[in-house]
């Protein structure tokens, strides 16, 4: 969506199409020292997807395909609220260790590293859950480092409905529809919203890499404050397929990481300046986002 | 008494012997033409072993001495004439010199930098030579080709952004016959606006910029087109491989005036579908330009030219392939310039040029993605007032000065994207500025062996309305107020003094001295989130917050003819800072936002290094080497923690070879090498996995790689080198028809060198393979031109 891609890679991909050639090429790489990686979430509906990934990078040339699991941390979070004085008061009876656990939706050799509350297991109904309006501390202890990050859950913004159309027949003749979300942009400026949706494809898959997600062409609501939107994904479901829509409001600084996270991801070509994404982690040699979702969720029978 | 009156005697004696010694002198006018009677505006006169240069006109005016003059006309693709006239009275010389490519003899291949001119940091080439290089795909370059001399880089391969002395591709000020030109490329660099087939020659000051020059920082590349043939209809033109291109010319009041027209227009995408239709598909391109003026002498005393100029380029590109997902993409974009200029000598010492200038460029370009349809457009306009003024009293001093006024509008980049039923419109308002400066220079010969150019030059700068901009806070978060400036309103305003000095001393030996220092500013930015140049890329005024760039430039060089001038050899260093220089930041958004001086930021440059070349100006064998040893960097307090990092386009050593032998009357073989230092970039120095989730039934993670960095531009491309050669064919060399043609025959890369156009890393997650890859663009390449003339 962003501008590179309209000005810059389409006609690269045409000089490309014409006269390049490809070869293998030994690009020599010095190392850096590893860096912690922080991936952490808090949200209001889903309290299995209340969790934190900590690994550390690679070297480039690394055999391991998935950054070295963190484990034994210390990891809490607390909630609490921002005062009139832009000071935080934090809860701490609302402290939550979370834990290595053995949850079934992880595969057996990938639960390293990652951490949960673990009444998840012993007592879901009271598992950590976000609430709106509130604010979380992130807090970590590893390797003898502290780090930290607060993330707030905005009100949670409605979905006034979601609706099929745009339809279309993929490749292998499958007839298929795009899915419409209807909703009210609040009138103060600075809202974003993330949206993610599970259906047929992701239903028994867990985490919120493997959702399905998407964001708005612009991102922000810079341009439509307070008005009514009607906004189309461009991802195609089956005729006859339920779809779980869910958006998430977040703050300009969780909007600002995933916006950086998603260039840094589709940073390639010959022209692209190269994007670090955008740390929220308070600490030494760390990058990460704990990202707060104010989530609303919308289902629909593709039709 | 006695001794009184003796003195009064001598005195008178004496002050009569001096009014008979400057009785004595007399005016010599020298007019330099070519054999059509088109005035050579670049031609060097040596009269009695000291060099001059005409002014565009082709005239020179001077004083001398009664007695015997010597004179040397010679220029860039014109073979040199030498005669001699005895001075006894004011006298007007014509002199015509005849276009060495017609002279079916070898070319000279010269750079009109010599010894005694007191403009360092210059070079010049003439269509003779441009014509005869071997280039990519036959296709004539003007820009490509002045890249072959020292100091002067091109940014590879399908890039015409030029890289003066460590300067960015927006701080050359590219004129077309002294008109600013904005966007001089055709799609992604692989050819420049300017058709060889209308072009005459083309000029780069590097340093010591005259101070009738401004605007910009680094250089001036002047691109003069010719004029038309005042005696008779002429054609000339070439058919190659991806191009056409055909001119007229011809007087439209016979021996007073003249038009030539000429137009260019490309059949690549033809010629890939004929090549490769299943990779061409629906995709296309095409672009055209059309050059033309008209030059009309009202008397001898005063001529008006009127240059013109329009180009479009066209892309599309269909992508229908994959899952419904069709991408649809189409830009078209260009330029239109127009300019009348009225040259006038009002008397045998004083002349002025008034111009008026047009000069517009837009984009327009859609895409369309699912539901989803983007529109982007961009655009300015400028109109500009120019009187020049040149005033020479004496052989001694000569004096410059002048005013120029530009009104710029700009179009910062208005979108729009329609996602479905909704539709989102960034409404950034047009943009103005004034931008004036006034200048006054002299060119003094303080003694015989000195010489030495003052100047200065005063620009102003001033941003009005009407605007209105939306306020931002410090978040990037809008805050619902908007700026609103009424019309003419002054919005930001700068104004700087721009000295300029240089000067030479001549030395024993066909050798000189000379140095320089220059002072630059710069209003207007080139917003672009890439190293390369592209039609998308957004030129934006000086603003409250986007301060103008500023450069100083201090250089020395050593200039030495030897055997009896068939060498020339050069050597010259610079030093060169820059402030203000802006870029964006990395991953900044642009599309549809409305606050695009909140993404960037300012920094500082700095770039040195030292220049040698050697020129065989005569013989069978004519050609140059050139080579540059440097050093650019750029300092952002937000890029590589703020420390010093190598610009990307530094090239530590950068070497080119040219030369140019007649094998016989009817083949001729030119031959290029070049050879420099890999461009700087930024590559990952690890990589993490983020966004994880769990295939539950497939026992796996999904995760997305991200690459982690460190320092900025730390990480060199392998050396870029190259051999092209091309050989001309003439037929009948020595046929007397009118009818007039010859075969360019040429090979790019003759030795196949892999020259990476980029690299990067290829992670394949689900083979867990990471491999290193490049990509090159141009394999040894055969071209084949039939260019004929009538």
Request: with cysteine; net charge positive; glycine share 8%.
């Amino acid at each position: 969506m962003k501008r590179n891609c309209i000005t810059r890679k389409l006609p690269v991909a045409f000089v490309m199409i014409l006269v390049a050639c490809e070869r293998d090429f030994n690009i020599d790489i010095r190392s850096a020292a590893p860096q912690l990686v922080v991936e952490g979430y808090i949200n209001n509906e889903m309290q299995a997807y209340n969790y934190v990934v900590l690994s550390k990078s690679l070297d480039y040339y690394a055999p391991d395909f998935q950054s070295a699991a963190v484990s034994d941390a210390v990891v809490t979070v607390t909630e609490g609220e921002l005062k009139a004085d832009d000071e935080y008061e934090w809860n701490a009876a609302s402290k939550v260790r979370l834990m290595e656990s053995d949850l079934p939706q992880i595969p057996e050799n990938f639960r390293k590293g990652v951490y949960f509350d673990p009444r998840l297991i012993s007592d879901p109904a009271h598992a950590l859950k976000g609430v709106p309006g509130k604010y979380y501390l992130l807090e970590i202890e590893t390797d003898d480092k502290k780090y930290s990050a607060v993330a707030p859950l905005l009100p949670v913004v409605p979905i006034d409905s979601v609706t099929s159309g745009y339809y279309f027949t993929d490749e292998e003749g499958k007839e298929k529809a795009r899915v419409t979300i209807h909703y009210k942009d609040p009138d103060t400026l600075g809202n974003v919203q993330l949206f993610y949706w599970r259906f047929k494809d992701n239903r028994y898959n867990f985490g919120w890499g493997s959702l399905g997600a998407s964001r708005r062409g612009n991102g922000t609501d810079d341009l439509t404050n307070g008005e009514y939107i009607q906004l189309t994904q461009s991802h195609g479901f089956e005729i006859g397929d339920t779809v779980n829509y869910y958006m998430a409001s977040v703050t300009r600084d969780v909007y600002n990481f995933w916006d950086s996270f998603n260039k840094a991801r589709n940073n390639d070509g010959p022209f692209s300046t190269p994007v670090t994404v955008v740390n929220k982690i308070e600490g030494e040699n760390v990058t990460g986002c704990f990202s707060g979702f104010s989530m609303s969720r919308r289902d629909i029978i593709m039709r | 008494m006695t001794t009184v009156y003796m003195r009064s005697a001598i005195i008178f004696i004496f002050l009569c012997a001096c009014i008979n010694g400057f009785a004595q002198h007399y005016t010599l006018t020298i007019q330099v033409s070519d054999s059509l009677n088109i005035p050579v505006g670049n031609a060097t006169l040596r009269i009695n072993q000291k060099e001059n240069k005409v002014d565009a006109t082709g005239k020179l005016l001077l004083q001398f001495p009664a007695g015997k003059c010597t004179i040397t006309a010679s220029a860039v693709g014109y073979r040199s004439s030498t005669f001699t006239i005895l001075l006894t009275a004011d006298t007007v010389a014509h002199v015509v010199l005849e276009r060495s490519e017609n002279l079916l003899q070898h070319v000279t291949i010269v750079a009109s930098r010599n010894v005694s001119r007191n403009q360092m940091s210059t070079q010049s080439i003439g269509i003779g030579q441009l014509k005869k290089l071997p280039v990519l795909l036959g296709e004539i370059d003007p820009l490509k080709t002045i890249t072959l001399l020292p100091g002067i880089k091109s940014g590879g391969e399908a890039s015409a952004g030029i890289y003066v002395r460590g300067g960015g591709p927006d701080q050359n000020l590219v004129l077309l016959d002294g008109i600013p030109v904005y966007n001089p490329n055709h799609l992604l660099g692989f050819f420049s606006v300017f058709n060889g087939e209308a072009v005459q020659s083309v000029e780069v000051i590097k340093g010591g910029m005259p101070a009738e020059y401004g605007g910009r920082l680094s250089s001036v590349i002047a691109v003069e087109t010719r004029e038309g043939s005042k005696d008779s209809l002429k054609a000339s033109g070439g058919i190659g491989l991806i191009s056409s291109r055909l001119s007229a010319e011809g007087p439209v009041v016979k021996g007073r005036s003249s038009f030539i027209v000429s137009a260019r227009r490309t059949y690549i995408d033809q010629v890939g579908r004929l090549v490769a239709k299943k990779r061409i598909g629906d995709n296309g391109y095409y672009f055209y330009d059309i050059n033309a003026k008209l030059s009309f002498d009202i008397n001898p005393k005063n001529k008006l030219v009127f240059t013109f100029y329009t180009g479009k380029d066209d892309f599309s590109f269909v992508d229908m392939d994959n899952d419904g997902r069709d991408r649809i993409f189409n830009a078209v974009w260009g330029n239109n310039i127009a300019g009348l200029s009225w040259k006038q000598e009002i008397n045998s010492k004083l002349k002025q040029e008034l111009s008026a200038v047009y000069n517009g460029f837009t984009l327009d370009s859609r895409f369309g993605f699912n539901t989803t349809s983007i529109l982007f457009t961009s655009g300015l306009r400028d109109y500009q007032l120019k009187n020049d003024w040149l005033y020479t009293p004496g052989n001694k001093l000569s004096i410059k000065w002048g005013l120029q006024y530009t009104w710029h509008r700009f179009k910062p980049g208005a979108g729009g994207v329609t996602s479905g039923v909704q539709q989102f419109k960034s409404q950034i308002s047009d943009q103005y500025a004034r931008e004036a400066a006034a200048y006054i220079s002299g060119d003094w010969n303080i003694a015989p062996k000195w010489n030495i150019i003052a100047g200065i030059r005063y620009s102003y700068f001033n941003q009005v309305g009407p605007t209105e901009r939306v306020i931002y806070n410090e978040e990037g978060v809008p805050t619902g107020e908007k700026e609103r400036f009424g019309k003419g309103e002054s919005i930001a305003k700068y104004h700087y003094p721009e000295p300029r000095v240089s000067m030479v001393r001549l030395l024993p030996h066909n050798s000189s001295i000379k140095l320089s220092y220059t002072r630059t500013i710069q209003y207007l930015h080139l917003a672009t989130t890439s190293g390369a140049t592209f039609p998308s890329d957004l030129w934006i005024p000086g603003s409250k917050l986007i301060q103008p760039g500023k450069a100083q430039q201090v250089a020395a060089g050593y200039f030495r003819d030897f055997n009896n001038s068939a060498y020339e050899m050069s050597v010259e260093t610079y030093y060169k800072t820059m402030t203000n220089q802006v870029e964006f930041k990395p991953g900044a958004q642009l599309l549809l936002n409305q606050n695009l001086e909140g993404q960037m930021i300012f920094g500082s440059g700095r770039a040195y290094g030292i220049e040698l070349f050697l020129q065989k100006k005569k013989g069978k064998l004519t050609g140059w080497i050139g080579y540059t040893l440097s050093r650019a960097e750029r300092t952002f307090p937000e890029l590589n923690n703020g420390k010093a990092f190598p610009y990307r386009y530094d090239r530590t050593h950068d070497l080119s070879i040219v030369a140019n032998y007649p094998l016989s009357a009817r083949w001729e073989i030119s031959g290029v090498f070049v050879y420099g230092t890999g461009n700087a970039l930024t590559i990952p120095v690890g990589r993490f996995t983020y966004n994880l989730g769990y295939h539950v039934i497939e026992q796996k993670p999904i995760f997305s790689n991200i690459n982690q960095y460190d320092k900025v531009n730390d990480y060199r491309m392998p050396a870029y080198h190259r051999l092209d050669v091309s050989f001309v064919y003439t037929p009948r060399p020595l046929s007397t028809k009118r009818f007039k043609s010859s075969w360019n025959f040429g090979i790019y890369n003759v030795y196949n060198r892999y020259n990476p156009y980029f690299i990067y890393l290829d992670v394949d997650n689900d083979e867990q393979m990471i491999k290193g890859k490049k990509v090159f663009l141009f394999p040894v390449m055969p071209s084949v031109t039939w260019n004929f003339k009538f």
